[in-house]
């Protein structure tokens, strides 16, 4: 025990904390938009606790550097590095630091030194990754942590499902601070939308436009992991035009699927009605949301689904799945429809022919979707959870 001790400099009790992430800034995608909210949370728990704050990023470059982080806060970047990256994460830890990370992978190194008690881990837990083919040493890094914050109570379950005795708390997401907050539903302005099928042609989205945003990955051979929900839209998309002409699905994103997806289109003689308009900016981002119909999102692989929040945010009915984390932010009948399995192509039709008949049912579920996540998942909300849960694991560990 000695000779372990010996690894660390002598420093005082409580002297730091570190954050060790995939990135946040420089990245797309659901954990970097919540690793913004987490950096805020982190940032004021340091402060209120006077503790050093350390942050490493191993995909960014410096020019990724978050602007609000102050000067005093140290901010390494790595671009990929995985060497450098845990070389400078063993060489900044103490026996009294916390070290926090953002996906389990990332917690390997120090699994000896957690295993042993040596030092303090804290993991954000946010999907599959957390309870699908789980590698064993994963499983092990779970249960030696101080902590595991989930990104929703249902990915809390599913782990509980899988891994035996450790340490768990549910910290719902809340919108990504890089996202405008909206304090009134917008509606849609005058600038109508206009994008290129894949057909060739440009036409104009109207009012019944669907909207699903998110990477489109080729899923694995016998699995449906990596779907958001793209491909049973397209396969009921035939069907919805019989009866409503003018409906359209617009998928922004980028992934290996899409070429596989606009095939599809074509094969199903529905390429005029299908986009995809690729890699948006955050103002065209706003300006989809704002002006679609309905978010649908059936996906099989939801740990939460920020995008459902982002809807919202816009005063959107969603369309999700039950025992997905969409269960925590969508309730069914009231903010928009859950359905049991979106393989059941007829269950996913009803729901959003209902939706697409009633104009009203779906302007009310977009009010109510907007009270909901006013009252429960604004950036605020998420912040002030992490530095609850914090408190108190900090209290647990040194008091």
Not at 194 to 208: F, R
Not at 247 to 258: A, E, I, N, R
Not at 285 to 307: D, I, N, R, T, W
Not at 352 to 358: A, S
């Amino acid at each position: 025990m000695p000779l372990l001790f010996s690894v660390f400099p002598k420093r005082e009790k409580n002297t730091g904390l570190v954050f060790a992430m995939t990135g946040a800034e420089g990245l797309s995608g659901g954990i970097a938009k919540a690793n913004l909210n987490v950096l805020h949370a982190l940032v004021k728990f340091c402060k209120a606790q006077g503790l050093r704050f350390v942050v490493l990023s191993l995909l960014e470059k410096e020019c990724h550097r978050p602007l609000f982080l102050k000067e005093e806060v140290v901010f390494k970047s790595f671009d990929g590095n995985k060497w450098a990256f845990t070389k400078s994460l063993l060489s900044t830890i103490s026996c009294n630091s916390v070290i926090c990370f953002d996906h389990v992978g990332l917690a390997l190194p120090l699994l000896p030194l957690a295993f042993t008690g040596l030092i303090k881990t804290v993991i954000f837990a946010h999907g599959s990754e957390s309870w699908k083919r789980l590698r064993m040493m994963n499983s092990w890094s779970f249960r030696c942590a101080s902590m595991v914050f989930t990104n929703s109570d249902y990915t809390l379950a599913k782990m509980r499902q899988r891994i035996a005795r450790f340490k768990g708390r549910a910290c719902p997401l809340g919108l990504s601070p890089d996202f405008p907050m909206n304090e009134v539903i917008p509606h849609p302005s005058g600038d109508s939308i206009s994008l290129e099928a894949v057909d060739g042609k440009i036409y104009p989205m109207g009012q019944k436009f669907l909207l699903l945003v998110g990477r489109m990955i080729t899923p694995r051979k016998g699995s449906e992991e990596g779907q958001k929900g793209h491909r049973f839209l397209m396969n009921i998309l035939p069907r919805l035009l019989e009866e409503f002409s003018d409906v359209k699905l617009v998928f922004p994103g980028t992934g290996d699927d899409v070429a596989h997806l606009k095939q599809l289109a074509r094969s199903k003689n529905v390429a005029s009605s299908v986009f995809f308009p690729g890699q948006v900016s955050l103002e065209m981002l706003g300006k989809f949301y704002q002006h679609c119909y309905a978010y649908v999102m059936p996906s099989l692989q939801e740990g939460f689904g920020l995008a459902y929040l982002e809807a919202m945010n816009y005063g959107k009915a969603c369309v999700g799945c039950f025992d997905q984390g969409a269960e925590d932010i969508i309730i069914h009948g009231k903010t928009g429809f859950l359905i049991k399995n979106p393989n059941d192509s007829n269950e996913l039709l009803e729901s959003l022919r209902h939706l697409l008949k009633d104009s009203n049912l779906a302007d009310t579920f977009g009010k109510n979707g907007f009270k909901r996540l006013h009252e429960n998942f604004t950036t605020g909300h998420y912040q002030n959870r992490i530095k609850e849960a914090l408190d108190l694991v900090w209290e647990n560990m040194f008091h």
